[in-house]
């Protein structure tokens, strides 16, 4: 698998997840964390909750897809449609797991690398770092051990 270092798109993309995240903490009120905020989608409004309280949560949602669309309409080529290389099923897997991880983490990366580091929660400065240190090592194993990539 090639990459390609793309300094610029990676500083936009940083500004805008960093500006989607201030946004959501100051006119929401909430974190923007991706599985908590799929998780409480799926669980639906909350006890005491008002049905149009709990509809930004589907509406982030729908933005983030409806964004990944928009740049693959505007940019065709720019994102390929699977740049692991690996198949549907193993795709399918690896989401689950990563699902799975995140409950257990009680949050993704999204919600402890950048909103829980910024408001330095302790269970996120533990959190990240092992996020991180098992992607690498992940990598590691697939390029080096079973020479997947």
Known sequence: M???FTPLASLFGGAL???????????LGRLAGVSGIAQRTLAGPEAG???AAWSWRPAFLLG???GGALVAWLAPGAVPAS????????????GLLVGWGTAQAQGCTSG???CGLARLAPRSLVATPVFML???ATVWVLRHGLGVW
């Open 49 to 51: 909750e008002t049905a």
């Open 83 to 94: 740049p692991s290389g690996l198949s549907t099923a193993a795709v399918i897997v690896a």
């Open 64 to 66: 983030l897809v409806a």
């Open 17 to 27: 997840i960093g500006t989607a995240v201030v946004l959501t903490l100051f006119v």
């Open 112 to 114: 402890h690398g950048i």
């Open 2 to 4: 090639s990459t390609t």
């Open 134 to 136: 098992a992607g690498a």
